[in-house]
């Protein structure tokens, strides 16, 4: 079992397609106070969706969303998914052919929003010289 507030494992990222399912996992990552990731059947493939503002504030600073949002659009110009939406504290990208590869995605944005998050947790922000 994770540590709560802690990135999962491939394995470990729910299958949110049913809506109950998706109620029940953005709830507990409220509860865990962590970043929501799951993955849910659309269509004919597979789409991930991650949520920083289920885990409580400090949110993740522009800087990092930039780095997320340059992964993603990788991820659509190499073909792997053929739309990605990226808002100041939400990712989601499909469809995406496999199960396993939409794990796979899921937890490495979910490890990376995770750890961008505690950096900017552990190093303050710099302060402008008076």
């Known amino acids: 079992m ?10 470990l990222i729910p299958d949110c397609t049913e809506l109950e399912a998706h109620r029940a996992a953005y709830k507990k990552a409220k509860t865990d106070d962590a970043i ?3 993955i849910a059947r659309h269509g004919q493939g597979w789409k ?3 949520d920083a503002m289920a885990s409580r504030k400090p949110y993740l ?4 969303m930039t ?7 990788a991820l659509v110009l190499d073909g792997t998914v053929a739309q990605a939406n990226i808002g100041s504290e939400y990712i989601s990208m ?9 794990r796979e995605i899921a937890a490495a944005f979910h490890a990376a929003m995770h750890g961008l998050k505690q950096l900017h947790i552990a190093v303050p922000r710099s302060r402008e010289k008076s």
């Not at 600073?61 to 990092?64: K, L, M, S, V």
């Open 61 to 64: 600073p522009d800087q990092a």
């Open 2 to 11: 994770p540590t709560p507030g802690t990135p999962l494992q491939a394995a």
């Open 94 to 102: 499909w469809p995406i052919d496999t199960e396993e590869r939409a």
């Open 67 to 73: 780095v997320l949002q340059s992964a993603a659009e």
């Open 48 to 50: 991930v969706e991650l």
């Open 36 to 38: 929501f990731v799951c």
